[in-house]
């Protein structure tokens, strides 16, 4: 397979340096391709704005979405924008990389999403009528392909919990799950977490790596979170709010677009959101 | 009062450019002090990087946290995050102005938190102990303060309602009402969010701007988001979840962290996650 992994942190001899490290070296001696987009390394520019789109006119008003749509199909996005999407269009799998910051991304890989994701590409595409409301949420341009997060955070798993201060952690990260990587058509794999990462030391290290590798080896095997495909019948059209009585009793907020039929014989084995065990935790 | 609006949008001749300008306008007009943080017009830079702290050496190993707590400690954090630092002590309410890309803040915005909020000043703060875990979640620097984000989004309000396939607004909003706002101190109003903004036109501006006008006049009286105390003890530490039976029933995922008792009487007029009615949103 081919794997892209995009690295958003800006010290190689960090965890994170790390692990980038023990992720492409198994996927390498298991006869992957891999190719690292190294934000920091790269200089990636975070902020849309005018640059982006040189063939706009210099008085002309900057609508974001417009530019993007035009510049995507006038082929005029800027040379480090085309690349990434050269890369995201060659990936069968693309890992995102990088430390939990205030709850989210840091900027420089928000500021990726952002660029890349492009009108046309990632948004905006597909036919809307009274059978589908564009490609998306299942459908799109990177339908096919596989997408997981491998993400370090310096608080305690147990902050992270169904019931930790922090929110739970699928909870947290169900924008970028579900919103990010299965809006434009990705399937997405439970996420890597590794916690309380200024503790680990070295005696902490090998058993997160190791995880890591394991990860690495089901990354075509492992079963993606079932989300709800948009345009699969559980949605209305066009308000696109879930069909009544599709969920888990109890279900609602995030956990109301994952597909639990059939749940029982999977539960524990399977990510599910505001509910079950917990899934993959690197960090213990 | 004092007010500080941080702003995200490239373009001034957007709406959003408008909707700053109708909330400067008004809050002028009853007599408030404002400030603006245009960052885009200021050219901020997003990314966290070795840049951030000049006294660390050329070859010392970055460690973000560790980098920011000596820089904020020994007072040689760059000028431009010392100056928002100024503003945000100055500022009796915060506001955060943006448009809503990917289901979060723009890449700048977020790499003003990432830049601003220092270490020893916004997180890192407090004593643990058996009582107490740091002073975060409604304790804080910023504590005494309010603040409140103002939302544009393209898509359909009901594609972000309880059922809807986006997610519900405040949930998706969470992880920055809770974890970025509340997190500091700051007491959190229910955010303002105008939805299809690439529809709304001249005729739907007008009914917005109003709605604006009237929720900067009740930024002092507004009731904020219902968030429980960390240390007001519904939690247990050091696992920082929420003690047994604190919630209502059936109430999960982010729900939990709203303190609802008696909240019968409220319903309707209140914000509240992942149940009730909506609340303030100005596109309709």
């Given at each position: 397979m081919k794997v892209l992994i995009v690295f958003a942190h800006p010290e190689p001899r960090s965890l994170n340096g790390a692990l980038l490290d023990v992720a492409v070296s198994e996927l390498k001696r298991l006869g992957h391709d891999v190719q690292v987009s190294d934000l920091y390394a790269q200089g990636w520019k975070s902020e849309v704005g005018r640059g982006d789109f040189p063939s706009l006119g210099q008085s002309e008003r900057l609508k974001p979405a417009a530019a993007s749509k035009q510049a995507f199909e006038a082929g005029t996005l800027t040379?480090?924008?085309?690349?990434?999407i050269e890369k995201l269009l060659w990936a069968d799998v693309l890992i995102l990389q990088f430390p939990l910051w205030w709850f989210s991304m840091p900027a420089i890989l928000k500021g990726w999403v952002d660029r890349?994701?492009?009108?046309?590409?990632?948004?905006?595409?597909?036919?809307?009528s009274d059978k589908r409301w564009g490609d998306r949420y299942g459908d799109g341009t990177?339908?096919?392909?596989?997408?997981?997060?491998?993400v370090t955070a310096g608080g305690w798993e147990e902050h992270y919990s169904d019931r930790g201060?922090?929110?739970?952690?699928?909870?947290?990260?169900f924008p970028?799950?579900?919103?990010?990587?299965?809006?434009?058509?990705?399937?997405?794999?439970?996420?890597?977490?590794?916690?309380?990462v200024d503790?680990?030391?070295?005696?902490?290290?090998?058993?997160?790596?190791?995880?890591?590798?394991?990860?690495?080896?089901?990354?075509?095997?492992?079963?993606?979170i079932p989300f709800r495909r948009q345009n699969g019948g559980d949605y209305l059209i066009p308000s696109m709010?879930?069909?009544?009585?599709?969920?888990?009793?109890?279900?609602?907020g995030f956990a109301l677009h994952l597909d639990q039929a059939g749940d029982a014989g999977r539960e524990g084995?399977?990510?599910?959101?505001?509910?079950?065990?917990?899934?993959?935790c690197g960090g213990r």
């Open positions: 040379s480090d924008v085309k690349a990434e890349v994701f492009a009108y046309g590409f990632a948004y905006g595409v597909g036919e809307h990177l339908k096919g392909k596989r997408a997981m997060l491998v201060v922090n929110g739970p952690i699928d909870d947290l990260l970028i799950n579900h919103g990010i990587l299965y809006y434009p058509g990705y399937e997405v794999l439970p996420p890597f977490v590794v916690y309380r503790r680990l030391g070295d005696a902490g290290f090998e058993p997160v790596a190791e995880g890591l590798r394991q990860r690495m080896r089901g990354l075509a095997t492992a079963e993606p709010q879930l069909r009544a009585g599709l969920e888990r009793p109890g279900a609602n084995k399977l990510h599910s959101l505001g509910s079950s065990p917990r899934h993959a």
